[in-house]
């Protein structure tokens, strides 16, 4: 069993300590010390694509940049790596949606991947002009997907809905191969449209338990529906060549952190209708009302998953922290459960991405879990005057 690996492009600014914002935050809470240019954006989608990432994740919403446009522009700066482009249904009309991704597939086939986001935030729902309620927002996305996947498949429609209504939509091109969608959400609301429109439901990064239980929830709401579902898992991550050495940099990120700041983002985190982000938030009430919060320890849920992002970061508020080993070990238990996918990132996001790719991913690859052709994990080289394969 090959795993598929992504990563994370931080549309929002990227820093050496934890960067605010997020699901659930306002606009205007992110503080990152580098700028989220297309060059740097860029130099993280080109060592992703080296190491032999799939694709890398763009978020959406009132805190970052448009993915859209972003990652249009992004797919000049790479060569095979795949844009899990994150969108709301619902702001544009379901026909524009289908043409965009439509044209984005023209120009760059093969390489984008859809994460669809209901949107469990009222107050930045209301922002772009969105008012309905939570479950009416579950609803009206199940109407969009519909239309857009029979646009996709070069139907011509007419749909009228509960909200979205369409007369004789059809696409001037249609993609030859359809964007796989991807999905989260932990709400009752949220399971049926998983199950009926998603090819992979996405989880934020609870424990192997809770994980569990929500597979076993959209898989069989997705037989039900004569359907399979690939899973994958949304995680931030700390590996390190000892275990020591990734908890003192855990604490490092804890130690920029003033009570003030997180006090503020947890209050705005309270505010949020997402079910998910109020399980993230469960993670580490207990420690937060007990001010231990600055003992990283004190925020391992489970094995080697801290909650500390969660403090002051919305939406995947966990990380995988570790020694190189240990954190290979928690994605193959996390495989073992029905995770085909594994979408990461850490903090800054270029370095994580090179202590995973040099130190993780050659122990799952060794453990038949990973398998990129064409990475930089298969090269070979030696020093030059000595006899190719000599070690020192």
Sequence with gaps: MSLTFHWFLPTYGDSRFIVGGGHGLPA???????RASLGYLGSIARAAEEFGFTGALTPAGAWCEDAWLTTAMLTRESERLKYLVAFRPGLISPTLAAQMAATFEAHAPGRLLLNVVTGGEAHEQRSYGDFLSKEERYARCDEFLTVVRRLWRGETVTFGGQHLQV????????????????????????GPVAAEHSDVYLTWGEPPGPVA?????????????????????????????TSEAAWRQAGSLLEALGPQVVEAAQAGLSR??????????????????????????????????????????????TALVGSHTEVADRIAEYAA???DEFVLSGYPHLEELYWFGEGVLPLLRERDLFSAPGSALGATGHTPFLPAGDGR
């Design 28 to 34: 205007g809470t992110t503080s990152g010390d580098r």
């Design 167 to 190: 007369e004789g939509a059809r696409l001037p091109t249609v993609p030859s191969a359809p964007p796989p969608l991807y999905f989260g959400g932990s709400s009752a609301a949220a």
């Design 213 to 241: 239980e929500k597979i076993a929830w959209i898989r069989d709401l997705a037989a039900a529906r004569g359907r399979r579902v690939r899973f994958g898992i949304r995680l931030h991550v700390i590996a390190r060549d």
């Design 272 to 317: 949020s209708e997402s079910t998910g982000q109020a399980r993230m938030r469960e993670l580490h009430e207990g420690v937060r009302a007990g001010g231990d919060w600055r003992d990283p320890h004190a925020l391992e849920v489970t094995p080697n998953l801290w909650a500390g992002v969660g403090l002051v970061r919305g939406g995947a508020g």
């Design 337 to 339: 459960l029905g995770i």
